[in-house]
């Protein structure tokens, strides 16, 4: 069996890799996005902890009698450490995630005056004396409405 798998101290990978990419981008002030998703892959990639194990599984030695409980200490301490490993990824993830959050495109947003005089462009360009007196009443309330609500609210 392979002894050499080493779990890495991954916030010190990380880090160091952050730190690359960003000499590597001096310009841009955040990482990339492309960055993020492609940590996310990795992660969803990276096995060999779950190679290492099945083979460390496979190799211990079957009980040797009634009492021996040094194979089922190491299946234990296996399990242990792959339950871990697997934790640690699922906060990685959530890190990930919040990172991608902050870095992808933010839909423009539009002042509720700009939306108000929106509003007040659509109502102009009506035809009101084709309108029935009951719809136009019931139009004219609603805005009164959403105007007074719009204004009066603690944003």
């Known amino acids: 069996m392979d002894n050499n798998f080493n779990i890495d101290d991954t916030g010190t ?6 730190n690359r990419v960003l000499q590597e981008n001096p310009q841009a002030d955040d990482l990339p996005l492309s960055w993020v998703l492609e940590r996310i892959d990795k992660i969803m990639n990276e096995t060999e902890h779950l190679k290492y194990t099945r083979n460390a599984l496979d190799d211990i030695a079957p009980a040797a009698g009634p009492g021996d409980i040094v194979g089922q200490a190491k299946a234990q301490a296996l399990g242990d450490i792959v339950r871990c490993r697997e934790t640690t990824n699922q906060q990685m993830l959530r890190l990930l995630e919040k990172m991608y959050d902050d870095l992808k495109p933010q839909k423009a947003f539009t002042p509720p005056i700009v939306q108000l005089r929106q509003i ?3 109502i102009i360009s009506v035809d009101w004396d084709k309108v029935p007196e009951e719809i136009r009443g019931s139009i004219s309330s609603g805005i009164n409405t959403i105007i007074v609500n719009g204004f009066t609210k603690k944003q």
Do not use: A, C, F, G
């Open 120 to 122: 007040m462009d659509e």
């Open 13 to 18: 990978e990380i880090t160091e890799e952050i």
